[in-house]
């Protein structure tokens, strides 16, 4: 590698430590509740941190699901109604976060456009982040009832 090369890349890095450095953080979110006031209660086992980019596409409707570890989502782009099937229901528009419900059937649709959310789960090893009923008949994971 030649040294012009060398310094070019230093300066991106020193670069980017600076600019980092001067990083005002914005916080998004802080709470120990789910959008629908329930508890958020870590899994046992071996922590699992998993991130994924979820699309909906616009009108389009997830399968109802679960979640039986603790999970974020930002979005990214659009606007979406979240919705249990009691009837209890978010709507998260760009630049909101959420924790979802646990352990608790919901499904996402999304509104007015195409919808981009970034998902975190603090999950555990041998536990799934995401469960269909028809992969849960016997209520291990899910629930239809908040908990």
């Not at 090369?5 to 789910?34: D, Y």
């Not at 389009?60 to 679960?66: K, L, P, R, S, Y």
């Not at 099937?85 to 919901?106: D, F, Q, W």
């Not at 970034?118 to 908040?146: M, R, W």
């Amino acid at each position: 590698m030649s040294n012009q090369l060398k310094h070019m890349r230093f300066g991106i890095v020193v670069l980017l430590v600076l600019g980092c450095a001067s990083a005002v953080p914005n916080e998004l979110l802080r709470t120990s509740k789910t959008w629908e006031g329930g508890e958020i209660v870590y899994p046992s086992g071996e922590p699992e941190v998993t991130s994924v980019k979820l699309s909906i596409a616009q009108g389009q409707t997830t399968a109802f699901h679960c979640h039986p570890v603790p999970t974020l989502g930002y979005i990214l782009t659009g606007k979406v109604k979240v919705e249990t099937p009691s009837g209890k229901h978010v709507i998260l528009n760009k630049g909101e976060s959420a924790v979802e419900v646990m352990r608790t059937l919901h499904r996402a649709t999304a509104l007015g456009g195409p919808v981009e959310i970034i998902v975190f789960y603090a999950g555990a090893k041998s536990i799934p982040n995401t469960v269909l009923p028809a992969n849960d008949p016997e209520h291990h994971y899910c629930s239809a009832q908040p908990r």
